[in-house]
């Protein structure tokens, strides 16, 4: 039976913990936002921003990877000014194997996100020999962070079987 391999993906913690955040020019906090705890993304102008599960024990075969993201509108006094085009969260799943020393694969996955909160979903294969998977979320730098507004993450999920 498949379970969720990624500890706080729900960020009911009220914080990162099992998390390594990269805020480089951007910043991330998790926030109370509609009633649950959520990270809560701002990209900066000249830096990606990573959020990094670490490495999890899980095995090759079917998984699944989901997450709910959502971006309020955006509300400015100057009705001229519009929302860039929507950003990309980039998630990539690294497979790990004891007997080498870098990821036996990798596995690109992007979102273009969109308003309102949405369900990111991604079905994939591990391939056989890997034995612990990474996951790392990453939002680009753009030219007008503010016109980007906030992004709130939720119900990061990477369902598999357990590997023996």
């Not at 990162?16 to 993304?41: C, D, L, M, P, Q």
């Not at 949405?118 to 079905?123: I, R």
Request: aromatic share 10%; glycine share 8%.
């Amino acid at each position: 039976m498949k379970r969720n391999l990624i500890s706080n993906g729900n960020f009911e913690t009220r914080n990162f913990e099992s998390w390594t955040v990269t805020e480089s020019g951007g910043r991330a906090k998790v926030v109370i936002h509609k009633n649950s705890y959520r990270a809560e993304i701002r990209v900066g102008k000249h830096e990606k921003l990573r959020l990094d599960t670490g490495r999890f024990r899980a095995g090759p075969g079917e998984f699944d990877l989901s997450l709910q993201a959502s971006m309020p509108e955006l509300k400015t006094e100057d009705t001229a000014v519009e929302r860039q085009d929507p950003p990309i969260m980039f998630c990539t799943l690294f497979g790990w194997s004891s007997a080498e020393p870098l990821p036996v694969v990798i596995m690109p996955i992007f979102f273009w996100l969109s308003q309102p909160r949405k369900l990111y979903e991604h079905h994939g294969v591990m391939p056989p020999g890997v034995e612990n998977v990474q996951l790392i979320i990453a939002f680009e730098s753009v030219l007008e962070p503010a016109l980007t507004g906030p992004i709130y993450l939720d119900n990061v999920k990477f369902k598999a079987d357990l590997a023996g």
